[in-house]
């Protein structure tokens, strides 16, 4: 267990939909990442939030959005959802070295 | 091209064999992880290396930064470190970039 904490599992909606995937990061880690990774594309950086400012923007779309909140939870959200968008959304906390990864949130758009 | 390449894609090996995964990279890189995806989909970090070598058990890694190449060797492969395992770099603070992953299957 690493310490990370992501809610929902899985999520299975229909295009079009908006939905919000929430991560919790290791008691004390103030940066938080959320990566995604498709069948095709392997695993690619999103965005990286350090003690609730954005720090780093990846290949991340307009339609998606993110937040850290004063607790340090970090919030992900996806709008007018494609098929595309299907993939597993991880988040991440780290230390100075290492990166702790979340179980993922599975998201299915049919 | 990917910045960060990974070879083979796909490994088999029987149970007790000695096991090496390889990772490239075309960009500077001053820090290289190697993660391990389980079956599952969960993802673990098993190293991050910035030069010379690291053994965790039966796993040890390497980094030639002038070479730009990374290796990570399994020794004594159990069908337990089936897995995929991944490598992914980044200069000082940016973000990680990932390899596509090696599955790895051993068979027993």
């Known amino acids: 267990d690493s310490g990370v904490t992501q809610t929902p599992k899985h999520l299975i909606t229909a295009t079009g939909q908006r939905v919000t995937l929430r991560c919790s990061p290791r008691s004390g880690d103030l940066s938080v990442y959320w990566y995604q990774q498709s069948l095709d594309q392997g695993l690619q950086f999103l965005i990286q939030y350090y003690n609730g400012e954005e720090r780093a923007k990846g290949n991340i779309l307009e339609r998606f959005s993110a937040q850290q909140f004063p607790d340090l939870h970090s919030e992900l959200n996806l709008s007018s959802l494609e098929l595309g968008d299907s993939a597993l959304y991880f988040c991440?906390?780290?230390?100075?070295?290492?990166?702790?990864f979340g179980p993922g949130t599975r998201l299915t758009v049919l | 091209k990917n910045e960060v390449e990974q070879s083979p894609q796909n490994l088999t090996a029987q149970e007790g064999e000695f096991i090496t995964i390889n990772c490239s990279y075309s960009v500077g890189i001053s820090a290289l992880h190697w993660l391990q995806q389980h079956p599952g989909g969960g993802i673990v970090s098993l190293f991050m290396l910035s030069s010379g070598k690291k053994k965790h058990g039966r796993l040890i890694a390497t980094i030639n930064i002038q070479e730009k190449h990374s290796s990570l060797h399994i020794t004594a492969s159990h069908p337990r470190d089936s897995a995929v395992y991944i490598c992914?770099?980044?200069?000082?603070?940016?973000?990680?970039?990932f390899g596509k992953g090696t599955r790895l299957s051993v068979i027993a």
């Open positions: 992914a770099g980044r200069e000082g603070n940016t973000p990680l970039v």
């Open positions: 991440a906390s780290s230390d100075l070295d290492t990166q702790y």
